[in-house]
């Protein structure tokens, strides 16, 4: 679960809050990224205004640096973090509604962005996510006008894939690697404690 009790995060690239929020930059990253081939497609299609695109390339190439700069600045960086999972889903919400409910990648983004917020904090960040998520895309829908069409192209189901295939892999490999972290680090305390149990006691209690 998250940590949720304020502190300056730690300069130690080792330190467990700093991983959380590098492992986030880089999988927000690589997922807006695939998910970027994925909505071009519909926003091609549909002929999208030009702000549209420009949207799209802000959330996919700038929205990631710069939630990563905002974490490691802020003072309580977990929470900083949740909160750009949050607008994570927002904006995810946002494209389901400018793709016009397009029903491959509509069902995908909001799989994917579920998915990731089960696997960092469980279901309650999952329920949160939800709403904002819903709550964005009626507001885009409002302002963009309600507009449904939910049949997918070739063409989208070819870019979707990507996202589809690739985004699971990374959460796999990216799971892998904290369980060998935790292995290593679990080796490492029985090595210690067999050497001189009662130092790791101590430093235990």
Partial sequence: ?????PFAISA?????????VERSYRMRLF???LGLVCIASVL???AAHVAVWALL?????VWPPLARFLALRSVDPVTTETRSLL???AMGGVW????QFNLLPSVLIALVLSIDKIRIDGWLLLMRSLVVQLAACVLAAAIHGLEFAPQTTMLTIVASLPLLIGYP?????????LMQTVRYQNHRLARLHRENPVEVLDSAQ
Avoid at 57 to 61: F, K, L, T, V
Avoid at 96 to 99: K, P, R, T
């Fill in 57 to 61: 390339i802000a959330n996919a190439c």
């Fill in 31 to 33: 997922g807006l990224s």
């Fill in 44 to 46: 091609y299609q549909n």
């Fill in 12 to 20: 130690d690239r080792d330190s467990p809050v700093r991983q959380f």
């Fill in 87 to 89: 607008i994570d889903s």
């Fill in 1 to 5: 679960m998250l940590l949720s009790t």
């Fill in 169 to 177: 892999l990374a959460m796999s490999v990216s799971a892998h690697s």
């Fill in 96 to 99: 389901i509604a400018l793709m």
